[in-house]
C-alpha cells in the first residue's frame, strides 16, 4: 500500500517540478520585461523623473535580489528532488530491508512536498504582488508619458521666454547705449552752452548797462518831447501825459468808426509833426530812438458788412497807420514811427458809459529806443 502511494507522487513529482521552473520562467520574463519598459521610460524621461529613476532602481534591486533567491531555491529544490527520486529508485530495490526507512522518507518527502506547496502559494502570491507592482508601474509610465509631452510643452514655452528675454536685453542694451551716447551728447552740449551762456551773460551784462544808461538819457529826451508836445498843442483835456506816453483821444482826429483824418486831426498832428522833428536834431545820432503809435478803440464789437474792415483791432492799426502817414507827410522821418494797434484788449478805464468809450478811443505816442 505504502509502495503504491509512493510510487504514484514519485512519478507526479517531475510534471511538479517542470510546471514550478516554469512558473519561475515565466517570472523572470515578465521581470525582464518590466525592467525593459522601465529603463526605456527612463531614458526618455530624465528631466521630471530623476527621483522615479532612483525609486525604481532600488525596487529593481530588491526584485533582483527575490529572482536570485528563487534561482537559488529552484536549484535547491530541484538538487533535492533529484536526491529524492535516488533515494526512491534505492528504497525500491531494498523496499523490504528499508521500509523503516521508507517510513521516514516518505514522511520527509511529505514534509518536503508541504513546504513545497507552502513555497509554491508563496511564489503565487509574489507573482500576484509583482503583476500589481506591474500594472502600477504600467499606470506610472502612462503618467509619465502625459508628463513627457507636458515637459516637452513647458520646455517650448521656456526656450520662447528666454528667447523673448534674450530680445528683450539686447532691446534694452541698445537703448541704454542710445540713452548713453544722449547723455554725453548733452554733457558736452551742455558744457558748450555753459560757455555760451557765460558769454551770453556777460555780452548780456554790458547790453543791460548800455540799456540802462541810455534810457536814463532817453527819460530826460521824453519829458522834453510831452514837454514839447504840450507847449504846441496847448492844454487840452482831449490830449495828456500818461506814465511814459503822451495819449490823444481819437475822437479829435477820426469821426465814429472812421480811420480818416479830420481837418482838426491834421492839424493838431502837424504841430506834434514839428515838436518830432526838433527831437531828430536834438537827440544824438548814436541814440536809436523811435515814436510808436499805438492804436487802442472802446469794446464795442464791429458789425460785419458795415465796414471795410473786419475789426477792432484792424481798425486800430489802420488809426495808427494814418497818424504816421500824416507826421511823414509833415516832414517826419518814417524810420522814427511805429505804427501799431491793439483794439480793445488794454482799456485804460472800465466800464460801458459814454465818458469810459471815449476815453478808451485813443492814439498814444511814446518816445522810446528801439
Known amino acids: 500500500m505504502m509502495n503504491v502511494r509512493y510510487r504514484t507522487q514519485t512519478n507526479a513529482w517531475p510534471g511538479f ?22 529603463t526605456t521610460t527612463s531614458v526618455f524621461n530624465k528631466s521630471s523623473g530623476a527621483k522615479m529613476v532612483a525609486d525604481l532602481k532600488q525596487t529593481n534591486e530588491q526584485q533582483a535580489q527575490t529572482i536570485q533567491q528563487m534561482l537559488a531555491d529552484e536549484q535547491e529544490a530541484k538538487r533535492l528532488l533529484i536526491l529524492a527520486r535516488n533515494q526512491l529508485e534505492t528504497l525500491e530495490k531494498d523496499n523490504i530491508a528499508l521500509s523503516d526507512e521508507l517510513t521516514e522518507i516518505d514522511a520527509s518527502v511529505e514534509d518536503l512536498i508541504t513546504a513545497y506547496e507552502v ?10 504582488n509583482m503583476q500589481k507592482m506591474l500594472d502600477e508601474l504600467t499606470m506610472q509610465l502612462n503618467q509619465v508619458s502625459l508628463d513627457k509631452e507636458k515637459t516637452a510643452q513647458l520646455e517650448q514655452e521656456r526656450k520662447k521666454l528666454q528667447d523673448d528675454m534674450e530680445a528683450q536685453r539686447v ?3 541698445q537703448q541704454l ?10 554733457e ?8 555760451e551762456y557765460v558769454e551770453m551773460s556777460n555780452r548780456l551784462n554790458k547790453a543791460l548797462a548800455d540799456k540802462v544808461a541810455e534810457l536814463k538819457e532817453m527819460e530826460k529826451y521824453q519829458s522834453d518831447f510831452y514837454k514839447g508836445v504840450k507847449i504846441a498843442i496847448g ?5 495828456h501825459e500818461k506814465g511814459d506816453r503822451f495819449v490823444v483821444n481819437s475822437d479829435i482826429l477820426f469821426k465814429s468808426g472812421s480811420y480818416k483824418l479830420s481837418a482838426e486831426g491834421k492839424k493838431q498832428l502837424q504841430a506834434i509833426a514839428g515838436v518830432i522833428k526838433d527831437m531828430e536834431e536834438k537827440i544824438p545820432t548814436d541814440i536809436d530812438w523811435i515814436i510808436r503809435v499805438d492804436g487802442h478803440t472802446d469794446k464795442k464789437k464791429v458789425i460785419p458788412g458795415t465796414c471795410d474792415y473786419k475789426n477792432n483791432t484792424e481798425l486800430s492799426l489802420l488809426r495808427a497807420t ?15 514811427l511805429i505804427p501799431t494797434g491793439f483794439g480793445e484788449l488794454y482799456p485804460i478805464a472800465l466800464g460801458n458809459d459814454a465818458d469810459t468809450l471815449r476815453r478808451n478811443r485813443r492814439i498814444e505816442l511814446q518816445l522810446t529806443n528801439q
Open 17 to 38: 517540478v517542470d510546471l514550478f521552473s516554469n512558473l519561475v520562467i515565466i517570472l523572470i520574463f515578465l521581470l525582464i520585461v518590466f525592467v525593459f519598459l522601465w
Open 119 to 128: 513555497k509554491v502559494a508563496e511564489l503565487q502570491a509574489n507573482g500576484d
Open 171 to 173: 532691446q534694452l542694451a
Open 177 to 186: 547705449e542710445k540713452l548713453q551716447a544722449a547723455l554725453d551728447a548733452s
Open 188 to 195: 558736452e552740449k551742455s558744457r558748450a552752452q555753459e560757455i
Open 235 to 239: 492844454e487840452r483835456s482831449t490830449m
Open 322 to 336: 494814418a497818424v504816421v502817414n500824416e507826421l511823414v507827410k509833415d516832414g517826419v522821418s518814417r524810420r522814427r
